[in-house]
T-cell receptor, first 114, second 117 residues
């Protein structure tokens, strides 16, 4: 089975400091991995995706993530947090071996302090 | 990018009534759509996969007679919550896959908040 573990339920950073949201996955095949962001009462927006190309993936709004197969990790980073980054972030895994279904992590709420 | 809409965005209904939620792909034809449920402060859980012209595939534990899914066209899927009860109150989100795009990516609707009183 495939699964996703987001290691932190809440992360708090100061504006202008780096962001690190951690994600580990489990999959028996070759997974695709995604990060989605959800602002309060809004739908999900895709930040970035990894689909077996370059292991360092750049997304929107300055976010990036690195796929590390040996560590089964796909951590999300951003060099400098902005107030508008405050939201909930979901790490998601999908695998052709499981019908390309998306499996969501529990989510990490990012708080940005001024 | 691909756009998916949902209607209504919010609905309040009385216990025992049925509620229909629509999910539309606005600028692409979606052969496959998905329905998720999100409880407060929790992650999204896949309820069912909807394929145009065929019966939906429900995830384990989801009552297919309670959550009726119809995918009658390539741009529209509906979820009907039948005989709704307060425990059905939740945030329902649909997504759609564009068969001409990346096979893994799903485009999400903005969600429908259902409150059953």
């Amino acid at each position: 089975a495939q699964s996703v573990t987001q290691l932190d339920s809440h992360v708090s950073v100061s504006e202008g400091t780096p962001v690190l949201l951690r994600c580990n996955y489990s999959s028996s095949y070759s997974p695709s991995l995604f990060w989605y962001v959800q602002h309060p009462n809004k739908g999900l927006q895709l930040l970035l995706k990894y689909t077996s190309a370059a292991t360092l993936v750049k997304g929107i709004n300055g976010f990036e993530a690195e796929f590390k197969k040996s560590e089964t990790s796909f951590h999300l980073t951003k060099p400098s947090a902005h107030m508008s980054d405050a939201a909930e972030y979901f790490c998601v895994v999908s695998d052709w071996g499981y019908g390309n279904k998306l499996v969501f992590g529990a989510g990490t709420i990012l708080r940005v302090k001024s | 990018g691909a756009v998916v809409s949902q209607h209504p965005s919010r609905v309040i209904c009385k216990s025992g009534t049925s509620v229909k939620i629509e999910c539309r792909s606005l600028d692409f034809q979606a052969t496959t759509m998905f329905w998720y449920r999100q409880f407060p402060k929790q992650s999204l859980m896949l309820m069912a996969t909807s394929n145009e012209g065929s019966k939906a595939t429900y995830e384990q534990g989801v009552e297919k007679d309670k959550f009726l899914i119809n995918h009658a066209s390539l741009t529209l899927s509906t979820l009907t919550v039948t005989s709704a009860h307060p425990e059905d109150s939740s945030f329902y989100i649909c997504s759609a896959r564009d068969p001409l795009a990346d096979s893994y990516e799903q485009y999400f609707g903005p969600g429908t908040r259902l409150t059953v009183t």
